[in-house]
């Protein structure tokens, strides 16, 4: 069957992922969203709250990556963009849940470096590795990619494998630039096969991902940066399995993680 014949309930159970490329958000929240992103990787803290610790600090080098933890916590205009889209019902329809929770949110900004060769790859993973711990099988969790600006194929658009959500743990690494490697030691299941396919956005469209799927990115050779809100989400099938992890530290605060959607 072809994408476009099947729903986005079908496409995300069969591929592992499902890319909605029309604008979820209205544009005066995109631009406020957009805006706010900057002002964090720039050190301007709104609510006077500093991000979770993360591996960009502002006066970093701005030819790396940013990739910031909670950014909401510093900008409330990221937890609008969140509550005031169509995020979370077409989350909910995409995976059939009755309720969908934001539980982590990853700012990027991934900025243009045409000709340079740096480390703003992202390499090859699946994220449930890196919330088994805190969530155990992690049924239900899934994440939503929301682009704040218009993600091109030269803009280094995230690059999904299609059904690699059944091939098992893969030795993935998101921090790895070398993404020949981590691929060469990919055990393909026989019969299946490794293909990508780029998650070429608008401003304000937003793909969503299963957990165990194998995802990359490659640099940003476009001349404008990329901007983007990797948001986690929880749906009512979903409990931690340990509630002392830093990762859920923020699950009961609604002004931090909103419950974006509710059947
Ligand atoms: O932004 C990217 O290129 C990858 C983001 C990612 O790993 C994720 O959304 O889980």
């Not at 009512?236 to 699950?251: I, K, Q």
């Amino acid at each position: 069957m072809s994408a476009a014949t099947r729903t986005p309930y079908e496409q995300f159970q069969a591929d592992g992922f499902y890319i909605h490329d029309q604008p979820v958000l209205e544009p005066e929240l995109l631009a406020h969203a957009a805006r706010a992103l900057a002002d964090v990787r720039n050190g301007h803290y709104a609510t006077g709250v500093s991000p979770v610790v993360s591996s960009w600090r502002p006066g970093d080098d701005p030819h790396r990556l940013a990739k910031i933890d909670m950014p909401q916590l510093a900008d409330q205009r990221l937890v609008e963009a969140l509550t005031r889209s169509g995020l979370g019902r077409l989350a909910a329809d995409v995976t059939g849940a009755n309720l969908v929770q934001v539980w982590q949110v990853q700012g990027l900004y991934k900025p243009p470096t045409p000709g340079r060769t740096n480390d703003t790859n992202i390499g090859w993973h699946q994220d449930h590795p890196y919330w088994q711990s805190t969530w155990g099988t992690g049924d239900g969790l899934f994440t939503a990619w929301l682009a704040l600006s218009d993600v091109t194929a030269a803009s280094g658009p995230v690059r999904f494998v299609p059904g690699s959500h059944r091939w098992g743990e893969v030795d993935g690494d998101f921090f790895n630039q070398d993404q020949e490697a981590i691929k060469a030691a990919v055990a393909v299941p026989s019969g299946d096969e490794w293909s990508e396919v780029a998650d070429v956005l608008p401003a304000g469209g937003v793909s969503f991902h299963h957990r165990w799927l194998v995802h990359g990115s490659h640099q940003n050779v476009s001349s404008s940066p990329r901007l983007s809100l990797a948001v986690h989400l929880r749906t009512e099938r979903s409990v931690p399995v340990d509630r002392a992890s830093a990762l859920v530290a923020h699950l009961d605060r609604e002004d931090v993680c909103p419950v974006i959607f509710r059947r």
